[in-house]
């Protein structure tokens, strides 16, 4: 149980601090703050890109949380089960939270990436393309952005291997802050 718990806790630690890496790669690209995150709400049916990007951004938080819940009770159970300390170990935790974060990758994101939003590529290049604030994106062309998903697939490997090992490395922490806390009572 306390696996899950500070699982979820390193798990949000982590989507946000990535959320941070994708806005400053937004702005590398050109692209306005919050793009990420309107692709994924639009392709979940919002039709207006400020709600897309609170839709997209909240599902990405609740998703890391929720990753990490289940990553950190699966983890402290094997260890448990199989009386090892590598989610203790921070080396060894980061190692794997780096595995961790490219089967996430493997196994949610490039299937939400094909069955998802690339079947809404028309829509999303549509009301990205319309103008917000004053500003129009001509880079949301359909023939750009399909272009564009391929790349960002390819790079999303980068972002969740960092993902796991600021996962890795906080769930560690966390895990070795409660052991220090218990023993410091029991000696007491």
Do not use: C
């Not at 969740?160 to 090992?165: N, Q």
């Amino acid at each position: 149980m306390e696996g899950a718990k500070y699982g979820a806790i390193a798990g949000l630690i982590a989507t946000w601090s990535i959320s941070t890496a994708i806005a400053a790669s937004e702005l590398e690209l050109g692209l306005p703050i919050s793009t990420f995150y309107a692709v994924i709400g639009i392709s979940l049916g919002s039709i207006d890109v400020i709600t897309a990007a609170y839709l997209g951004f909240g599902l990405h938080l609740v998703t890391g949380t929720i990753l990490g819940a289940i990553i950190g009770g699966i983890a402290v159970r094997v260890e448990s089960q199989k009386n090892i300390t590598n989610v203790f170990n921070p080396y060894k935790s980061i190692l794997m939270g780096i595995g961790t974060g490219i089967l996430v990758w493997l196994v949610l994101f490039l299937p939400i990436t094909a069955l998802i939003i690339q079947p809404s590529i028309g829509k999303i290049a549509q009301l990205l393309s319309l103008p917000q604030n004053n500003t129009s994106f001509s880079v949301f062309d359909p023939d750009n952005l399909s272009q564009s998903f391929r790349g960002i697939a390819i790079s999303a490997v980068a972002f969740h291997m960092v993902w796991g090992a600021i996962f890795g490395f906080i769930i560690s922490s966390l895990l070795r802050i409660r052991i220090y806390n218990t023993n410091n009572r029991r000696h007491k």
